[in-house]
C-alpha cells in the first residue's frame, strides 16, 4: 500500500490519509480492519466489490485466487 498521488482516485482512506492498495492481500487485510471498526473507509459512491473490480483490472487478474497474493507477476509466466 502507498500515499496516493494528486493526480490519482484514492482507493480508501486509511487514518485520514488517502491510500493505493497494490496487492490482493491489502485489499483482504483493509476490508477486514473496515469491518471491525477501523479507520478504513470508501468514497461514499465506492463499494468494497467496485474497489476489488478496479484492483483486479491494475493489477491484470482476478484477486480472489489465493496464488497471486504474493508477488506481482502472474504464475507460471
Known amino acids: 500500500m502507498r500515499p496516493a ?6 482507493d480508501l482512506t ?3 490519509m ?3 492498495l497494490q496487492t490482493a492481500q491489502e485489499y483482504f487485510r483493509m476490508k477486514a480492519m473496515a469491518t471491525w471498526g477501523a479507520q478504513v473507509t470508501l468514497a461514499p459512491w465506492d463499494t468494497w466489490e467496485g474497489l476489488a473490480d478496479r484492483l483486479e483490472a491494475r ?3 482476478h484477486i480472489w485466487h489465493p496464488a497471486h497474493w504474493e508477488d506481482g507477476a502472474p504464475r507460471g509466466a
Open 18 to 20: 488517502p491510500m493505493m
Open 59 to 61: 493489477l491484470g487478474r
Open 14 to 16: 486509511a487514518r485520514g
Open 5 to 10: 498521488r494528486d493526480n490519482e482516485v484514492a
